[in-house]
């Protein structure tokens, strides 16, 4: 409700009463010294501000009026008795919508509202010569969602929270501006990157030869990409940008009538071939490799 903060008009030898508001101590005239604060006993006696949701004592209402009760509704001014003051959206008697908080101690907040609570997107400031402030959202008075916060040494979160805590993907700063952790966050504590899975081995560009007995087969393989050969195989050799792998596909002894120097010249022949033909010159390649290293 809004505060009379006129006298009434003296209208005659006699002083007449000032208005009254429901949130007002009763008037005192000069000649009623039956009251404690007329007659200096004590303050007077701060009454409930009726026209706000919980009916605060001593708190006192300026604005729009309306809905069941004849409550706070729409734009309006509230000052609370502990010195803080709001400005902005009622609903119901509450603060309710967009609006400015301004706390005794020099903090403020502006925002969205829902229930008396900072309750949405808003911007939380404390006073200079602090530069700390949390920007973004928040829900029954707690960071939570997306938001920034910056501290008065300088450093910086920006990122998830959840419960006023840092809580999701962020990333922190130290005063200096030195990154301390970025990735992933649980209850304000840093969590470790996880190890990589290993990529599931690519299947190799082209397998240009099989031979041996099929209970020690070989084969000789042309790697495109020199990250795509796989641990298992046994043993390797580096063609400029390609791999070419000689590896047991089936059992664990290297055929007699196959060498080490005989699978390197082979290799040799096929990354040749392949750079010169590609992979169907490669292919006749290694078909043949095997049948004239036979006669070796």
Same mark, same amino acid.
């Given at each position: 409700?809004?505060?009379?903060?006129?006298?009434?008009?003296?209208?005659?030898?006699?002083?007449?009463?000032?208005?009254?508001?429901?949130?007002?101590?009763?008037?005192?005239?000069?000649?009623?010294?039956?009251?404690?604060?007329?007659?200096?006993?004590?303050?007077?006696?701060?009454?409930?501000?009726?026209?706000?949701?919980?009916?605060?004592?001593?708190?006192?209402?300026?604005?729009?009026?309306?809905?069941?009760?004849?409550?706070?509704?729409?734009?309006?001014?509230?000052?609370?008795?502990? /010195?803080?003051? $709001?400005? &902005?959206?009622? !609903?119901?008697?509450?603060?309710? %919508?967009? =609006?400015?908080?301004?706390?005794? *101690? +020099?903090?403020?907040?502006?925002?969205?509202?829902?229930?008396?609570?900072?309750?949405?997107?808003?911007?939380?400031?404390?006073?200079?010569?602090?530069?700390?402030?949390?920007?973004?959202?928040?829900?029954?008075?707690?960071?939570?969602?997306?938001?920034?916060?910056?501290?008065?040494? /300088?450093?910086? $979160?920006? &990122?998830?929270? !959840?419960?006023?805590?840092?809580? %999701?993907? =962020?990333?922190?700063?130290?005063? *200096? +501006?030195?990154?301390?952790?970025?990735?992933?966050?649980?209850?304000?504590?840093?969590?470790?990157?996880?190890?990589?899975?290993?990529?599931?081995?690519?299947?190799?560009?082209?397998?240009?030869?099989?031979?041996?007995?099929?209970?020690?087969?070989?084969?000789?393989?042309?790697?495109?990409?020199?990250?795509?050969?796989?641990?298992?195989?046994?043993?390797?050799?580096?063609?400029?940008?390609?791999?070419?792998?000689?590896?047991?596909?089936?059992?664990?002894?290297?055929?007699?009538?196959?060498?080490?120097?005989?699978?390197?010249?082979?290799?040799?022949?096929?990354?040749?071939?392949?750079?010169?033909?590609?992979?169907?010159?490669?292919?006749?390649?290694?078909?043949?490799?095997?049948?004239?290293?036979?006669?070796?």
């Amino acid at each position: 409700f809004t505060e009379n903060m006129e006298a009434a008009a003296t209208t005659d030898a006699t002083p007449s009463q000032p208005q009254q508001t429901s949130n007002e101590p009763p008037a005192t005239t000069a000649a009623d010294t039956s009251s404690p604060s007329a007659a200096g006993g004590g303050a007077a006696k701060l009454e409930p501000c009726y026209q706000i949701a919980d009916a605060p004592v001593g708190a006192v209402y300026e604005g729009g009026l309306g809905g069941r009760g004849n409550m706070a509704a729409g734009r309006g001014k509230l000052a609370l008795a502990s /010195g803080d003051v $709001y400005e &902005g959206d009622f !609903k119901a008697g509450r603060m309710d %919508g967009y =609006g400015k908080m301004t706390y005794i *101690d +020099g903090d403020t907040y502006e925002g969205e509202w829902k229930c008396d609570e900072h309750h949405g997107k808003g911007k939380y400031t404390f006073p200079p010569p602090s530069c700390a402030y949390y920007d973004g959202e928040l829900v029954e008075g707690n960071a939570n969602g997306c938001g920034v916060k910056v501290w008065e040494d /300088g450093s910086k $979160y920006t &990122g998830e929270w !959840k419960h006023n805590m840092y809580h %999701g993907t =962020g990333t922190k700063l130290d005063p *200096d +501006g030195v990154v301390v952790h970025s990735g992933e966050w649980r209850s304000d504590q840093p969590v470790a990157a996880k190890a990589t899975k290993r990529k599931r081995e690519a299947k190799p560009d082209t397998a240009v030869a099989h031979f041996g007995p099929q209970e020690a087969r070989w084969a000789v393989t042309l790697y495109r990409k020199r990250d795509v050969v796989p641990l298992q195989h046994s043993w390797r050799a580096l063609m400029g940008e390609r791999h070419v792998a000689f590896h047991v596909s089936v059992g664990d002894d290297v055929p007699p009538e196959i060498t080490v120097e005989m699978a390197a010249e082979m290799a040799a022949e096929m990354a040749a071939a392949a750079e010169a033909g590609g992979e169907t010159a490669a292919a006749g390649a290694a078909a043949a490799a095997p049948a004239a290293r036979s006669s070796v």
